[in-house]
């Protein structure tokens, strides 16, 4: 199982990055994605997730700035962040899991950096 994160990097306040997560090794239909972040020096945390069915969630501190997708064709679930903030940064992780079997996998994390 392989999940693997891409688009992190470094934005000016108020920019906009867009993340993706390509999954192998699983039946990507069956497991609820999601993408958490670690601060640095604190936990990581839930940032948004999607189940199979498509049903979203989000932490109530990116509400009307970001937006989670999935296209279950290419494995692959997104995270599009607008109006980001310094308090965005961290590690941002994908992480899958399994929503019969409760297996769950996590990506190897991507960096990124909201400073002026």
């Known amino acids: 199982v392989q999940l693997v994160e891409s688009g992190g990097g470094l934005v000016q306040p108020g920019g906009s990055l867009s993340l993706s997560c390509a999954a192998s090794g699983i039946m990507f239909s069956l497991y609820r994605l999601g993408w958490y972040r670690q601060p640095p020096g604190k936990q990581r945390e839930l940032v948004a997730a999607?189940?199979?069915?498509?049903?979203?969630n989000y932490a109530d501190s990116v509400k009307g700035r970001f937006t989670i997708s999935r296209d279950n064709a290419k494995n692959t679930v997104y995270l599009q962040m607008n109006s980001l903030k310094p308090e965005d940064t961290g590690v941002y992780y994908c992480?899958?899991?399994?929503?019969?079997?409760?297996?769950?996998?996590w990506g190897q994390g991507t960096q990124v950096t909201v400073s002026s």
């Open positions: 992480n899958a899991l399994g929503q019969l079997s409760r297996t769950n996998y």
């Open positions: 999607i189940t199979g069915g498509g049903t979203t």
